[in-house]
DNA sequence: TTTCATTGGTACAAGGCTATACCTTTGGCT
DNA sequence: AGCCAAAGGTATAGCCTTGTACCAATGAAA
C-alpha cells in the first residue's frame, strides 16, 4: 500500500490504470468466438448465409485454420451456426432462436449481469463513437458512392419489417462509422454495437419505436449529406438517448 | 476477383470489413512492448522514476514475467530503460536522447511514414475520442475530488516548464478521458495519444504555441466544470485542430 | 558486520497456437 | 456415370507463452 511515486495523495484512481490494463482480453480462441459473433450479432452476414471459408476466414483474422475451427464448433453446438461439408458448403448463420416466452426483461437482466460495470461503459462509449462519427461524416463532404450507400440504407431502414430492422439499423450505423474515415472508429463501434445488439436482441420491437426512430434516421442522414455536424450530432445522440433510454427503462 | 455473398456492386468496401480484422495485432511480446512504452511516451512514469516490478507489471498485463522481461529487455538495448538488481532496483526510465540535431521533421517524416495510412486515422480517432469526452465530462457534474484533479492537472500544465510541457498536457488530456465516466474511452485516449506523442516529440515546441494553447486549456476545464457540454465539445476541436494542423505542417 | 526483505535472473515442464500437409465429403458439370 | 473443384476434417512437428520454483544481487536497518 501507501503511494506509489508521485502520489499527491491516492485520488482513489491509479495513475497508471489507463496503460496498465491486460494485453489480452482472453486467449486467441475465446477472442476468436467474439469476432464470429460479431458478424452474427451484426447482421453482417443474415441468417440463412454462409461465412467465408475457413481458410480465409483465418487468414483474415490472422488466426490459424484450428484455432477458429474450435471457434465455429463453439458456435455449431450453441445453434448459432450449422456446418455443412463438401464444396457449396461452409458455415451457415441459423435462425436466432426465440427464447423469450415471456416478453419481458428477464433474459434481458441475465444478460446486463454478465456485463456488469462494462454495461454503463458500453452505452458512453457509443455514444462517443457514434455522435463523434457523425459529426465528421458530415463535415466530411460525403457525395458520390458514399452519399448513394448512406441512401440505400436508409432506404432499407425504412423498408424493413419487424424481423429484419435490427439488422438494417446496424448496417446504417456502421456504414456512418465507416463513411467517417476512420477504421478505428468503425472497428471499435463494430465492438461496441454487438454488444448492444446482444442486450437489445432481448427486447420487443415496438412499432411506434420504429417510426420515431426512423424519422430520426430520415433527419440524421439529411444532416449528414447537407453538411451540418452540429445538427448531425444532435440528432445522433438524441437518437442514442432514446435506446439507452429503452434498455434503462426494462432494467430498472 | 467476384463478389462476395450479398455482393450489391463492391462499394470499394468489403460490408465484413469491420469485424475481420486481425483478432490480434501481433504476439504477446510485441503488444507488451506498446504497453510499457506507453508509460514512458504518456509520461506516466517521468525520467529517472522507475517502473512497478516485474511481477506486478507482468500481473497487471495479464502476461507471463518471462514475456514481460523480454518486452524491457528491448526497451533496456533501445536505450529507454536502465535496468538494476537488488533491492530499490528496477526498470527506470532514462531521459530521452536529442537525437534530433537538424529541427527540421526528418525524424517525424520518418516516424509518419511508419504510420502510413494510420496517420489520419490516429486524428481522426483521437479527435473523436476527445471532443466526446470532454462533452461527457461537462454533462457529467464534475465536482469533489473529480474537480480537484482537473484544476490540479491545469495548474501543472500552466505552471511547466517547456521541457516538462508535454508531460503535464498528456495528464491533463488523460485526466478528461478518464473522467468520462468510461474506461473504454480512456483506454484507448491513452492508446492513441501515445502515438500522437510519438510524433509530437520530434517537433521543438515554441512558447507562442504554448501559450495559445494554455489559454485553450483554461477555457475548456472552465467549461467542464461550468457544465457547459457545447462549449467543452468546441474548445476542445479547436484545440485539437492546433496540435493537428503543426503536424501536417511540418510532413507538408 | 550481519541480516533480510525486495527485486532482478534463470531453468524447466506443460499447454496453447501455428504452419503445413494430406484426407474426406459434396454436388454441379461434362 | 464419372470427374473434379471447393469446402470441411485430421494429424504432426515446432514455436510461443505460461506457471512455478529457485538462485543471485543489492543496500537499508539492526
Given at each position: 500500500?501507501?503511494?506509489?511515486?508521485?502520489?499527491?495523495?491516492?485520488?482513489?484512481?491509479?495513475?497508471?490504470?489507463?496503460?496498465?490494463?491486460?494485453?489480452?482480453?482472453?486467449?486467441?480462441?475465446?477472442?476468436?468466438?467474439?469476432?464470429?459473433?460479431?458478424?452474427?450479432?451484426?447482421?453482417?452476414?443474415?441468417?440463412?448465409?454462409?461465412?467465408?471459408?475457413?481458410?480465409?476466414?483465418?487468414?483474415?483474422?490472422?488466426?490459424?485454420?484450428?484455432?477458429?475451427?474450435?471457434?465455429?464448433?463453439?458456435?455449431?453446438?450453441?445453434?448459432?451456426?450449422?456446418?455443412?461439408?463438401?464444396?457449396?458448403?461452409?458455415?451457415?448463420?441459423?435462425?436466432?432462436?426465440?427464447?423469450?416466452?415471456?416478453?419481458?426483461?428477464?433474459?434481458?437482466?441475465?444478460?446486463?449481469?454478465?456485463?456488469?460495470?462494462?454495461?454503463?461503459?458500453?452505452?458512453?462509449?457509443?455514444?462517443?463513437?457514434?455522435?463523434?462519427?457523425?459529426?465528421?461524416?458530415?463535415?466530411?463532404?460525403?457525395?458520390?458512392?458514399?452519399?448513394?450507400?448512406?441512401?440505400?440504407?436508409?432506404?432499407?431502414?425504412?423498408?424493413?419489417?419487424?424481423?429484419?430492422?435490427?439488422?438494417?439499423?446496424?448496417?446504417?450505423?456502421?456504414?456512418?462509422?465507416?463513411?467517417?474515415?476512420?477504421?478505428?472508429?468503425?472497428?471499435?463501434?463494430?465492438?461496441?454495437?454487438?454488444?448492444?445488439?446482444?442486450?437489445?436482441?432481448?427486447?420487443?420491437?415496438?412499432?411506434?419505436?420504429?417510426?420515431?426512430?426512423?424519422r430520426q434516421h430520415t433527419e440524421l442522414v439529411a444532416a449528414i449529406l447537407g453538411g451540418e455536424p452540429e445538427r448531425a450530432r444532435a440528432v445522433m445522440r438524441q437518437h442514442l438517448a432514446g435506446t439507452a433510454a429503452l434498455l434503462r427503462g426494462f432494467l430498472a
Amino acid at each position: 500500500m501507501s503511494g506509489t511515486a508521485a502520489g499527491t495523495r491516492p485520488t482513489g484512481a491509479d495513475p497508471l490504470a489507463a496503460a496498465l490494463r491486460p494485453v489480452r482480453s482472453g486467449n486467441t480462441f475465446e477472442e476468436t468466438v467474439q469476432r464470429v459473433l460479431q458478424l452474427i450479432r451484426l447482421g453482417l452476414v443474415p441468417e440463412g448465409e454462409r461465412l467465408p471459408p475457413e481458410r480465409e476466414l483465418a487468414e483474415r483474422l490472422q488466426v490459424s485454420r484450428v484455432t477458429l475451427r474450435d471457434a465455429l464448433k463453439v458456435l455449431q453446438d450453441a445453434g448459432l451456426l450449422e456446418i455443412r461439408r463438401g464444396r457449396y458448403g461452409g458455415a451457415f448463420v441459423l435462425p436466432a432462436r426465440q427464447d423469450t416466452p415471456s416478453g419481458d426483461g428477464a433474459e434481458l437482466r441475465r444478460r446486463a449481469e454478465l456485463l456488469g460495470d462494462r454495461l454503463e461503459d458500453t452505452l458512453l462509449f457509443r455514444e462517443v463513437l457514434e455522435v463523434g462519427a457523425a459529426e465528421l461524416c458530415a463535415a466530411r463532404e460525403t457525395a458520390g458512392e458514399e452519399e448513394e450507400r448512406l441512401r440505400e440504407c436508409l432506404a432499407a431502414t425504412a423498408s424493413a419489417g419487424l424481423a429484419d430492422y435490427r439488422r438494417q439499423d446496424t448496417r446504417l450505423h456502421l456504414a456512418i462509422a465507416e463513411l467517417s474515415g476512420s477504421v478505428s472508429v468503425a472497428a471499435q463501434y463494430a465492438a461496441v454495437r454487438s454488444t448492444v445488439n446482444e442486450l437489445l436482441d432481448c427486447i420487443p420491437l415496438l412499432p411506434p419505436n420504429l417510426e420515431h426512430s426512423e424519422r430520426q434516421h430520415t433527419e440524421l442522414v439529411a444532416a449528414i449529406l447537407g453538411g451540418e455536424p452540429e445538427r448531425a450530432r444532435a440528432v445522433m445522440r438524441q437518437h442514442l438517448a432514446g435506446t439507452a433510454a429503452l434498455l434503462r427503462g426494462f432494467l430498472a
